[in-house]
């Protein structure tokens, strides 16, 4: 149970921040909407050519250039909101444990990835594309993976009503997620211009990446206990968003190998690894600290138990309906690149249906963030029945 003097000074701190951070979430909200129904645009331009009629920007690969653009700072304006709460919230004694730590350190790359970034994006020839391979996968890495996880170490406990299991190892996963993150994104040039050890390191780093991401799996399966308290809406989606990063690490790992990326290189296997990242991990960890945080910082409960579930149940078949779609498709595709006597053609064609099943995994996407839209105005406005307790899932409202 909290402290008196300790719920006191977090009513204070929510008090400061509620306007930034519900700025900040309902802009990153916005930029995920917006990202989603370009997707969906997207892949309609993928079955009928004449989708944008004379705009020749309406193609299938400049809508799918700005959903991406759209969803990455989206996510990474709401999380940033999110990591303001938690710094907030977890700095008011002065001690900074890992939670805090990882949020600090994101926010620290950020403008180092933004600046390097700015330097190299526009270098003639190849530099330019590379750079940007390169400073996309080391935001992941560095920026809303770290993100992520600093928000399950800072609410895992306080749903559980338990401390953090073994702050050491916790620690450990913070140090090691940090040295291994700042070269794994290299793993992304392999066979580019560059020298062979450059993308080796990043090879490396890489596959040393699991030992961070199963510390914290570790620590944060040991805090939640058991019975885990899967009631909490907050800690569904931040253990769904923590399954994702796992598989995430996995893949990457995996794909990491150079054999395993020949296969799936430049393949719909690369969109469903993404899909599993930022709508996987990075969208479900932000509404999971929202569902925790809302309420706080707007005074008032969540008005649907019923709608939670939904939410909960649309986004967890959505995410593994895209990734697993676009992850079979990618595997069909990079097999028959390596097969010469399969045309160009007939690969893209073989992929079309995985990309159909896209559109309809996006289709369950959008609804549930429409239906979290619904419960978030509802929030901000003060709207539903005024509730004395936390709303969980499985109640009968």
Known sequence: MSHPAHAQAGAAADAALRGP??????????????ATLLDLAAELALFAPDFGGRHAWANAGLLLRLADAGRTHGLLAGMLGGG?????????GGKI????ACVAAACAALPFLAAAFGLWHRAPGVAGPLAAIWSGQ??????LGPLGLGFALFLFPKIADRPLFH????????????????????SALADGPFPAWFPSVGIAARLFLLAPAAAAAFV??????????????AFRFLAFALGCWLLWNLDGALCALRGVAAVVRFTAWEDGTDALFLHGFAACALWGLLYYAGPRLARWEWS?????????????????????ALAVGGLIQGLGLLDPRVPFAAVADAALPFHAARAAALLLFLAAQGVFAVLWVRLLRKGGPARRGPAWLGEAA
Do not use: D, K, N, Q
């Open 21 to 34: 951070v519900l700025f900040l979430a309902t802009l990153g909200l916005a930029g995920l909407a917006l």
């Open 84 to 92: 303001l709460w938690v710094l907030g919230r977890a700095g008011r």
């Open 97 to 100: 444990g890992p939670a805090a």
């Open 138 to 143: 080391e935001a992941r890495l560095l920026v």
């Open 167 to 186: 702050g050491g190892m916790a620690w450990f996963a913070f140090w090691t997620l940090l040295a291994a993150g700042g070269w794994a994104g290299a």
């Open 220 to 233: 944060l399966a040991g805090t939640a206990g058991v019975p885990a308290p899967w009631r909490s809406p």
């Open 304 to 324: 649907s138990p019923r709608l939670i579930a939904w939410h909960f149940g649309l986004a967890a078949v959505a995410v593994a309906g895209e990734a697993g």
